[in-house]
Structures are given as C-alpha cells and as structure tokens.
C-alpha cells in the first residue's frame, strides 16, 4: 500500500472513531438531562408526560402526610399561583420542612401526582436555585421579569 493511501485510510478511521465517540457522549448527555418545571407550567401541561423533570417551589405549609409504618411521604408543592401533589418513597432531607424550598425529581403520573424519585432540599436562607426564584417571583407578581437580586434568592 502506497503512503499516501495509508495516510488518508488512517486519517478516515480517526475521523470514523471521532464521530462514534461524540455519539456516545451526546448520547449520554440527552439521556441524563433533566428539565426544571414550576407547578404553573405543570398546569399549563408544558412539562413532559413520560420524562423525568424536576419540580421546584415551595413545600405548602400543612401538606405533609406520612404513611404509616412506612417511607411514603406525600405532600404539595407550590409556586404561590398553583399546587402539584407528590408522592416520595425515601428518607427525606433533615431540612425538608414546610413552607420551606424544594426540589423534586420524578415524572408527572396520569394522576396528576408527581411521583418523586428524588427530593432536594433548601440548604439556608439565602439560596435558592434560580429556576425556582424566578418561578416564585413570577407566580407572586404576575409573569413581569424578575430582578437579579430577586433571581439570587434575594427579599422580592
């Protein structure tokens, strides 16, 4: 085989195992990406029926019911403007408390329930992820843009 033929036959093979590898990454990268969905835009059926999402609010104050003898927790989270019921089967966070933030990841039953397969928990009083604080402001004052000390988990 000439040089020149063995140049350009190394030079595709190197091309070929560049395209498979960025496939696989891509193809890895879709399959691990999770939405981030507010309870508004959950009743305006924006979030998908049969992919897993996160939704973020605020835990409703008064909502927690534990099954008996059990790790079946079921509460609703809120955005102040609309309520998402969720059932988790787990240990949930030490700061998972009512009225605080929260994050859940799961898919949206035919139910209406969001089936939680994850739950996330505020870690203090000034972080909130921004997705969340802007959901937040959004529902508190109609759908005006949110300031950035507001996104920041700022007082609105």
């Not at 609703?76 to 019921?85: G, H």
């Not at 969001?114 to 000034?126: P, T």
Request: aromatic share 6%.
């Amino acid at each position: 085989m000439k040089p020149r033929t063995r140049r350009g036959l190394a030079i595709v093979c190197g091309l070929a195992a560049l395209g498979v590898a960025t496939a696989l990454v891509l193809n890895a990268f879709q399959s691990n990406l999770v939405f981030f969905f507010s309870p508004s835009q959950i009743a305006a059926n924006e979030a998908p029926r049969n992919q897993a999402f996160r939704l973020g609010g605020l835990v409703e104050v008064g909502s927690i019911k534990r099954v008996p003898n059990g790790l079946t927790v079921n509460f609703v989270v809120t955005d102040l403007a609309q309520k998402i019921p969720v059932s988790y089967t787990g240990l949930l966070p030490d700061l998972f408390l009512e009225g605080k933030g929260v994050v859940a990841q799961g898919k949206l039953g035919g139910d209406g329930v969001f089936h939680a397969d994850q739950v996330l928990a505020k870690h203090d009083e000034n972080y909130m992820p921004p997705e969340a604080a802007q959901a937040l402001a959004n529902a508190r004052k109609g759908t005006l843009p949110v300031t950035p000390k507001m996104a920041t988990g700022g007082p609105p």
